[in-house]
């Protein structure tokens, strides 16, 4: 009886021995079999990446968008310059009528190029934004001055 004592005693060492060892194999990572979670890993990541790519972007689209809005806007350190009228002249060439505190200023403009062509009088019409008029503080005779397209002929020295 000894003996089968022994035996069953011995079974019961290797049994356990061969269960600590599968605990010990389960918690260690298997290098030579690749797991599910590993072969969607890099498509998980890449995902990621490129969702948090088109974010940026779209911020930055964003970011654009309101600065064009608000420049369009009053500033705080407006300087009194403002665009009256503009006339095309050619492809890229035009002819702008600003306005610089009371002086109004013919100004040329072309590609690199933008050079003064005439200064108008105080008396002259004042133009509005729209360009669809002009207040005169001149009298109400028009026939005495000169019209826009007569000034930019004689500035251009036609």
Known sequence: MAGAQHAW????????AIAAAAARAADTPQFAVPG???ATAPVVGTLRVTLAMFLVLGALLALAWIMR???GGPSAGDSGLR???QVSLGARERAVLLRVGAQQILVGVAPGNVR???VLDSTAAVATEGG??????APADDSSRPSFKAILLRSLGK
Not at 9 to 16: D, K
Not at 132 to 137: E, Q, R, V
């Open 9 to 16: 005693r011995a079974g019961i060492v290797l049994a356990f």
């Open 36 to 38: 599910a979670q590993s």
């Open 69 to 71: 809005r608000m420049r």
């Open 83 to 85: 665009v009256l009228s």
């Open 116 to 118: 003064m062509l005439h």
């Open 132 to 137: 669809a008029g002009a207040a005169s503080t």
